[in-house]
């Protein structure tokens, strides 16, 4: 294949093709060699190479390219005098010295992605601090940055009410309707007592003392019965507040509340609502508390949750700075086979273009979430962008549980992100071998085409269920349903009747042509 300065895979050439070079997609996208092709598909290509790196500039998911935090904003919100430092292989007296000089002191730290937490105790702003560890060779430094709930305000426009139907799960549920699976909410708490949630909650046998099933005063022991470094973890762990319980109150938890009973609320049990599963393993991982909670919470969060066995995470939260730390935590979630599902945010932006964490992370293990309406259409706060944007569910009017036995509606991507880690989930309980990335191109794959979200989200529609099930259990219908997405930034086609086009065409042969022929004549036969 032509050698692209930039790195893409056979699909995302697959997909520039056909966005740019109209009636030849089908050889492209079967990724052949070009080499051996005329003249004009060479050059339409080298067009097409030229149009893709002035439009995208980028790489989809597809390949995992280098975390780069260099493009990020810088003005985004973080924990004040704090900094989160990986030394990398400086020796322990140099970082000594490099606390001493800049008065910082290490507060906790995470081994398993050697990343400390400092404070810094000098009137020094963060930037500086950062810049002045950048100097000095250390592997990173970056602010400590908060995230937030991916939570809208329950605007009457979009209050409409509609079930699991949208997304086939009466099918699925013929298949498979829950099981021994563990699914980590990483978000605020999650009322574990609610009668429609506590018999679905992840119990750490070990922790749980007196063996009923229940967190209870009698667990608390103030022993690590486990071992797993955290104490009287029955049900999860609040990183928040830096206790077992994961539950403050109704006003602080009624977020993670709502997500879990879209994932997991107590089926066929005669009360409330039903979750995705109707039976599931719900672990409570609270990291946000009020407005938000800290990357460096959060990606204790992620590590606890992979340690302690979840094989999905729902991650209904997010923010716009760029952090190593949480990058790094999502993926050691990827080494360790963890499906993790987030929420695409809802500031009604491209998240090809402005990325929002840890959603657009470019790691296989994720699945960004992007919100719908009872219409199959996008809703009106939802990001979207069809390379880092992978599935759409329905994120608007979402009936579920709130603490204190109470249910009600909710509107976000947050809303949207949970019925697609429950399918998740289903898949895995369906096929316990499928790879993390697997399952994110079954949910591409399998969902219905929405002509409308083709522009949207890497799906090009929203995620269905059934099919899914199907694909896994069956090996049918895998095949992808909906046409490859289009950007619908790529007008300027060669050989289009548009002058723009044709100038574009003859600026491009005139600039590349000479550097480019040499290596297009090669034979490639053999
Ligand atoms: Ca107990
Ligand atoms: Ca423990
Ligand atoms: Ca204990
Ligand atoms: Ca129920």
């Known amino acids: 294949m032509l050698s692209l300065p930039i790195s893409i895979s056979r699909n995302d050439a697959s997909f520039f093709c056909r966005c740019c070079v109209h009636g030849m997609q089908r050889r492209c996208g079967m990724g052949e060699n070009v080499m051996n092709r005329s003249i004009l598909l060479r050059l339409a290509t080298l067009v097409f190479t030229l149009c893709a790196l002035l439009l995208f500039g980028g790489v989809s998911r597809g390949t995992e390219r280098q975390f780069d935090t260099l493009h990020e904003p810088v003005h985004s919100e973080y924990v004040p005098g704090e900094v989160l430092v990986n030394f990398g292989s400086l020796t322990r007296e140099a970082i000594r010295s490099i606390k001493t000089s800049l008065a910082l002191r290490t507060l906790e730290q995470i081994p398993t992605l050697k990343v400390e937490r400092l404070v810094i105790e000098s009137e020094r702003s963060v930037n500086d601090v950062v810049l002045a560890l950048l100097d000095r060779g250390v592997a990173f430094a970056e602010p400590n940055y908060i995230r937030h709930p991916t939570l809208v305000p329950n605007d009457p426009d979009f209050d409409r009410l509609y079930g699991l139907e949208k997304i086939g799960i009466e099918a699925a549920w013929e298949v498979v309707t829950g099981g021994e699976i563990v699914v980590a909410v990483i978000d605020s708490g999650g009322d574990f007592t609610h009668p429609d949630l506590g018999g679905n909650n992840w119990i750490n046998a070990a922790e749980d003392i007196n063996d009923n099933g229940i967190f209870d005063n009698e667990d608390l022991n103030g022993i690590d019965d486990d071992g797993n470094g955290y104490i009287d973890d029955v049900v999860g762990y609040n990183f928040a507040e830096d206790t077992p319980i994961p539950y403050t109150s109704a ?21 409330g609502i039903t979750g995705v599963l109707w039976d599931v393993r719900i672990m409570r991982v609270k990291f946000i508390s009020g407005a938000g909670g800290s990357d460096f919470d959060a990606a204790q969060a ?96 979402i009936y579920s549980t709130f603490p204190d036995g109470e249910y009600g509606e909710l509107d976000g991507t947050s809303m949207a992100s949970p019925h697609v880690a429950g399918v998740a989930a289903l898949l895995l309980l369906a096929d316990p071998d499928l790879t ?40 049918e219908n895998c095949e992808r349903q909906a046409p490859l997405p289009d950007p619908g930034r790529c007008g300027i086609v060669p050989g289009a009747s548009n002058p723009a086009g044709l100038f574009f065409l003859l600026l491009t042969l005139l600039l590349f042509l000479p550097f480019r022929l040499l290596p297009l004549r090669l034979p490639v036969r053999r």
Not at 255 to 266: C, D, E, L, M, Y
Not at 358 to 377: E, F, H, I, K, M
């Open 251 to 271: 006003g602080d938890d009624f977020h993670g509340t709502h997500v879990s009973g879209t994932i997991g609320a107590v089926g066929n049990n005669g009360i």
């Open 302 to 397: 992620i590590v606890y949750a992979v340690d302690n066995g979840a094989r999905v995470s729902n991650n209904s939260w997010g923010g716009s700075g760029a952090s190593t730390t949480l990058a790094n935590a999502v993926k050691y979630a990827r080494d360790n086979g963890m499906v993790f599902v987030a929420a695409a945010g809802n500031s009604r932006t491209n998240n090809d273009r402005l990325s929002f964490y840890p959603a657009a992370y470019p790691y296989s293990n994720v699945v960004a979430v992007a919100a719908t309406d009872a219409n199959d259409r996008l809703a009106p706060f939802s990001n979207y962008g069809v390379r880092t944007v992978d599935v759409a569910a329905p994120g608007v009017g």
């Open 436 to 475: 993390p990335k697997e399952v994110r191109d079954i949910l591409v794959n399998t969902s219905d085409p929405i002509s409308a979200l083709g522009t949207k989200v890497q799906a090009a529609g929203r995620i269905n269920a059934a099919r899914a099930l199907e694909c896994v259990t069956t090996g």
